[in-house]
């Protein structure tokens, strides 16, 4: 499982509460990543992906394993989003799930991943 900072769920949190989903430029993480030219790190769309899981289906999705993930294009501030999920198979206690960020306005892909977890209702 990915132990993610306080201040980071906060933030994931925050994004997504807004509808539409929505990039805010004021995030603490942009001062250091990167101040002329912000980009959300990589570790916040597979957090994003996750904390979505937990609260669309109001399951806890424990991370084992990324089977894949491909980063597209940059995440940047301002930029609508969509999360989509889908279910592919269950491995024993294991589920394997495809989850993709995409751009809302233009339907480019961002962050593609298949990841393995237990889920616990």
Request: with cysteine.
């Amino acid at each position: 499982m990915i132990n993610s900072c306080p201040k980071m769920t906060d933030d994931i949190k925050t994004i997504l509460r807004q509808k539409p989903l929505r990039i805010p430029p004021d995030l603490a993480v942009f001062v250091g990543h990167f101040p002329a030219q912000p980009i959300v790190p990589g570790i916040y769309s597979i957090q994003l992906i996750l904390e979505h899981i937990r609260q669309k289906y109001q399951k806890n999705f424990d991370l084992q394993e990324i089977v894949r993930c491909k980063f597209c294009r940059r995440l940047e501030p301002g930029l609508e989003i969509t999360i989509e999920i889908e279910f592919l198979e269950k491995k024993g206690d294991l589920e394997k799930v495809r989850g993709k960020i995409i751009e809302t306005k233009s339907s480019a892909s961002i962050t593609e991943m298949t990841i393995l977890g237990c889920i616990n209702s």
